[in-house]
């Protein structure tokens, strides 16, 4: 498994294409795996006009045709794009016209209104719930009605921005609870601050419960103050946060059970695991106990488990055993006991 890093964008271009176009060049540059952007075609149906942010807002958003630059461009970088739409009209301008894009995301903020979930239940990609803040009855009520509506590509982005987010506040252990709920995919969005020592682990944490996609504000500008930029991290973070994935991925494995080939090797009986031998000196005849018998690591590697000790009792030596000798079955006299025939058999012995 590996990491899946989006870059997010959100409004931190402030209606500077230039900017906009900047952060783009540097999340491929950087080798993320999507670029995230928040769509918002008409504020009217997102803000109320007397809202603190409307003007602000307003100011910061683009129009469809430079939208459809913008998308060509990130495509020519190789980069999935993933669409936070805030209107209707922006969902319906991604049907229309960017159906192939990798996801469209609904914000926590929109996490139960009914006509973002009808519409973007159209959408042929992913849907990606933000489900921070949200009640598990919140959520189940948005998955249950993508799900009515036909949808079954979704994902679960679990984290809050709390200008920034102290991480105490994050709850890890919620977001598997939430995977296993719900039996959908889950992604962690990071919002711890900027300047916090351990930005870099805690972004990178999920990796290491096994959720390998990350949602992280980009901004090439670190610390300086522009819209959402208080939990942006630079490039030498991102960079960092990057390969803490890879190596927390690495290290959590696919879960297989059967052992690699290093652990079996570090399995083995004997070399590595305590083989079964004799703890003194052995006649002839004697028959084995837990008296005679020991466990001790030898040079050499032995064919019995440490758990067929019990096999062993009351069987004869086959030959004078020394101290220390590993016990196996060609120095034991060993037959199969008519009983363990039968079994072998299945008892045909005694119908024929």
């Keep these: 498994m590996k990491p899946y890093i989006i870059g997010e964008t959100a409004y931190h271009h ?20 999507a670029v995230k952007f928040h769509l918002l075609l008409d504020v009217n149906a997102y803000l109320q006009r007397k809202h603190p942010l409307f003007n602000a807002t307003r100011q910061s958003i683009f129009t469809r045709s430079q939208w459809d630059e913008v998308f060509s461009y990130s495509s020519a970088k190789g980069l999935d794009i993933i669409a936070l739409c805030d209107d209707i009209e922006s969902i319906g301008y991604i049907i229309a016209e960017h159906p192939d894009i990798a996801a469209i995301e609904l914000h926590a903020t929109s996490i139960n209104d009914y006509y973002l979930l009808k519409k973007s239940a159209l959408f042929p990609g992913q849907i990606i719930l933000g489900v921070s803040g949200s009640t598990i009855d919140e959520i189940n009520y948005a998955v249950s009605m993508l799900r009515e509506s036909g949808k079954q590509d979704i994902l679960l ?20 609870k939430l995977r296993h ?7 962690y969005a990071d919002h711890t601050g900027h300047d916090d020592e351990n930005n870099i682990y805690i972004s990178a944490l999920g990796a290491a419960m096994g959720i390998n996609i990350l949602e992280k504000h980009y901004t090439p500008e670190p610390g300086t103050e522009r819209i959402d930029y208080q939990s942006a991290a630079g490039k030498e973070d991102m960079l960092k946060i990057k390969k ?109």
Aim: proline share 3%.
């Design 157 to 176: 982005m679990y984290g809050f921005q709390a200008y920034p987010t102290n991480y105490h506040d994050i709850n890890f252990s919620r977001m598997l």
């Design 181 to 187: 709920l719900f039996d959908l995919p889950v992604g």
């Design 244 to 352: 803490l994935m890879e190596i927390y991925l690495a290290a959590f494995g696919d879960g297989d059970l059967s052992r690699s080939e290093k652990e079996r090797a570090y399995g083995i009986t004997g070399p590595m695991k305590k083989a079964i031998v004799a703890r003194r000196a052995i006649k002839k005849g004697e028959k084995l106990s837990l008296e005679n018998l020991w466990f001790k690591r030898t040079i050499e590697e032995s064919p019995l488990r440490q758990n067929e000790l019990l096999n062993l009792l009351d069987l004869e030596a086959a030959r004078d055993i020394e101290e220390d000798e590993i016990i196996d079955y060609h120095n034991v006299r060993h037959e199969f006991s008519a009983s363990d025939y039968s079994r072998l058999t299945g008892g045909l012995e005694e119908k024929s």
């Design 14 to 33: 402030e209606g500077n294409l230039t900017y906009l176009y900047k952060m783009i060049d540097d999340i491929a540059g950087l080798g993320l795996n």
